[in-house]
Nanobody
Framework: VQLQASGGGFVQPGGSLRLSCAAS????????IGWFRQAPGKEREWVSI????????YYANSVEGRFAISSDVAKTTAYLEMNQLQVDDSAIYSC????????????????WGQGTLVTVSS
């Protein structure tokens, strides 16, 4: 399984960005894809997760109501629509996948993609 994250960039507070995580090598829809982020000097935290099998979505409290995770029909790409971005959202965002939903929630998914940098600044 390979994951390719893209879509990061520079945006002013209140702006929006859309991240994409393209997955290849998935053997079925029985995967969960998670977005994680890590800011300088801080621990990595999970942001949002989508279960490809059930389409159930999960959000960290810090992004609930501002971010939206989705997938394409083929279940090969996960998107993270980020709205009302704040300075504290600045971080390297990475996507990860595992067949176990709770493994992703626990922050220990088997497959990781490279990160994409999101900078929110005025």
């Amino acid at each position: 399984v390979q994951l390719q994250a893209s879509g990061g960039g520079f945006v002013q507070p209140g702006g929006s960005l859309r991240l994409s995580c393209a997955a290849s090598g998935l053997t079925s829809n029985a995967y969960a894809i998670g977005w994680f982020r890590q800011a300088p000097g801080k621990e990595r935290e999970w942001v949002s997760i989508i279960d490809f099998l059930s389409d159930q979505t999960y959000y960290a409290n810090s992004v609930e109501g501002r971010f939206a995770i989705s997938s394409d029909v083929a279940k090969t790409t996960a998107y993270l629509e980020m709205n009302q971005l704040q300075v504290d959202d600045s971080a390297i965002y990475s996507c990860a996948a595992d067949t176990g939903l709770w493994t992703v929630i626990a922050g220990t998914p088997q497959y990781w993609g490279q990160g994409t940098l999101v900078t929110v600044s005025s």
